[in-house]
Nanobody
């Protein structure tokens, strides 16, 4: 059974930091590209950051320079370090793992940034 379990969300003031974690199980994690997406109320789910199996990263323009995605294949973990948080970063954050024929999502973790 494949599971992606996010943690680390919460309430933080603008300018603060949070580190999200995603624990993967049931897959050969090192062959999957991974990513973080977010969905604000009434909006679509949007890409935040992705990382290929080779470590190539991509970020949404709105988070470049503030967020950093990383992975630890030995621990089957994905992380999202979020600094200089803004109220507009408030959303549910979802972990994603994908290869050509498979696409898996976590249940999401809420991040709320107060002004």
């Amino acid at each position: 059974q494949v599971q992606l379990v996010e943690s680390g969300g919460g309430l933080v003031q603008a300018g603060g930091s949070l580190r999200l974690s995603c624990a993967a199980s049931g897959i050969s994690f090192n062959i999957y590209a991974v990513g973080w997406y977010r969905q604000a109320p009434g909006k679509e789910r949007d890409l935040v950051a992705t990382m290929t199996t080779g470590g190539i990263t991509d970020y949404a323009d709105s988070v470049k320079g503030r967020f950093t995605i990383s992975r630890d294949n030995a621990k089957n973990m994905v992380y999202l370090q979020m600094n200089s948080l803004k109220p507009e970063d408030t959303a549910i954050y979802f972990c994603n793992a994908r290869i050509t024929s498979r696409n898996y999502w976590g249940q999401g973790t809420q991040v709320t940034v107060s002004s």
